[in-house]
């Protein structure tokens, strides 16, 4: 069964823990239609999910935060809309990336996708150049639409969004935003990462 519990609320977004109890399979919540899918270290090998998901094919953002509690920012794939009406979006976030902490105490974010001419930023961005926080953001043009999160001028798309909701599940906290304000640019490629490389849909 699943436990929930509230454990913070960042201005006004409602954080809830969701954890599996101990031992417990997802089966369980399906009305056992997901029997293959157990919780971790029952059964499931780590690196035979990871290969899986590299053949999944992803559009590659930047997830940004500023405010009060200073810049942050990460590449991220883990990106999805919920709903449209009213327009809500998510995306996931490791729990101990100090971005993490940033968007819950700056209680905003903007999800900028990226096109093929941003591969560089999108590293940047991914921790492989050695730049943190504030520091990733030295390269690209970046300004603010209506929430104060920096907004990539560049960006094929930029989702404008303020912090709902946060759920945490094992090593990730899913943050959840209502998307006050979009832009976008002419239609083109998008970058993509599959097979553990850029490329272009
Ligand atoms: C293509 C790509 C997609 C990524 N997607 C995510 C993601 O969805 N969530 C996440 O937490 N990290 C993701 N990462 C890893 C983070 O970008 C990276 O761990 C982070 O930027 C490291 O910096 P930090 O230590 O400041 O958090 C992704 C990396 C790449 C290259």
């Not at 941003?118 to 050695?130: D, K, Q, S, V, Y």
């Not at 946060?166 to 640019?185: F, N, Q, R, S, W």
């Amino acid at each position: 069964m699943l436990s929930g519990k509230r454990i913070i609320a960042p201005d006004g977004a409602r954080m809830v823990s969701t954890k599996l109890e101990q031992g417990e399979r997802m089966a369980k919540h399906n009305n056992g239609r997901m029997d293959t899918c157990a919780v971790p270290g029952q059964g499931l090998d780590g690196a035979r999910f990871r290969e899986a998901m590299s053949r999944v094919a992803a559009a590659v953002h930047i997830i940004t935060t500023g405010g009060p509690a200073g810049l942050g920012g990460i590449t991220a794939t883990s990106v999805a809309s919920i709903s449209a009406e009213p327009p809500m979006m998510l995306f996931c976030i490791n729990k101990t990336s100090p971005s993490a902490a940033r968007v819950i105490e700056n209680g905003i974010f903007c999800i900028n996708t990226l096109t093929p001419s941003h591969e560089a930023l999108a590293n940047i961005f991914a921790g492989r150049t050695g730049h943190h926080l504030e520091g990733r953001f030295a390269s690209g043009e970046w300004i603010k639409l209506v929430t104060g999160a920096p907004v990539l001028k560049s960006a094929a798309a930029v989702f404008d969004c303020r912090l709902a909701e946060v759920k945490e599940v094992m090593t990730h906290l899913v943050m959840i935003g209502a998307v006050e304000a979009v832009d976008y640019g002419r239609q083109g490629s998008g970058l993509t990462y599959a097979h553990r490389k850029y490329g272009i849909l």
